[in-house]
């Protein structure tokens, strides 16, 4: 999708409509800022708002997504483009999660050593040190939490037994017996337990996950 085009659509129909930016802006609930952005290139608007704003703009989300009127004729043929692009761009964003989550635990270990390291080798008094390790602790847990929640919402996890992919929710994330990013879980789909990996494509992810 190319959001200068699209950006230049959205100010074109606003426009088309006599609206400001500010007042496009009051009818979303958002500011005016986030639709200069849009107007720009520098974002696209969050699907949470799309309808709304289509139906303000008297536009379809396809042509909003195309950056101009979709004739019906190629109506499908774009919808298609459309939709693998956006499929395309969430692999993308989901694998910077992945590396995030990566980041993020590495940082979160190296602090807490750092603390113990420090505790144990400098001489300080000793509500010094366990204060220390208690908050290398606490940075640490805070990390790997965050972490597990990266983790979670990036791709999918795939069930062995029936090919099912889902995104479970945090809880069984964050409890589930784990090698790397492979977890024993229970799947929503077959209800059998196995050891599901986690995934990025949506091939086989359905409507239930």
């Known amino acids: ?10 100010s074109a129909k ?12 009051e009818k979303l609930g958002i500011t005016d800022r986030a639709v200069s952005k849009w107007e720009t290139g520098k974002s696209l608007p969050d699907a949470s708002i799309m309808l709304e704003l289509c139906s303000i703009l008297k536009i379809t989300v396809n042509d909003l997504l195309c950056g101009e009127v979709v ?13 693998i692009e956006m ?24 602090f807490l050593f750092t603390m113990i390291l420090i505790a144990a080798l400098i001489e300080m008094q000793d509500w010094t040190r366990i204060l220390l390790i208690v908050f290398g602790f606490a940075v640490f847990l805070t990390g790997i939490l965050t972490a597990v929640r990266l983790e979670q919402i990036a791709g999918y996890y795939e069930c062995q037994k029936c090919g099912h992919r889902y995104v479970p929710t945090y809880a069984s ?10 977890r024993y879980m229970k799947c929503p789909k077959c209800s059998k337990w196995s050891w599901q990996k986690k995934v990025i494509g949506r091939e086989q992810a359905n409507s239930d996950e």
């Open 1 to 10: 999708m190319n959001q200068i085009q699209i950006g230049k659509f959205i």
């Open 173 to 182: 994330v964050n409890l589930a017996m784990h090698m790397g990013r492979t």
């Open 87 to 110: 499929i395309r761009q969430k692999e993308e964003a989901d694998k910077r999660l992945l590396w995030l989550e990566i980041f993020i635990g590495v940082i979160s270990t190296v």
């Open 71 to 83: 004739s019906m004729k190629n109506y499908n043929e774009q919808t298609e483009k459309n939709l």
């Open 14 to 25: 606003r426009k088309e409509q006599g609206l400001t930016q500010m007042q496009l802006a």
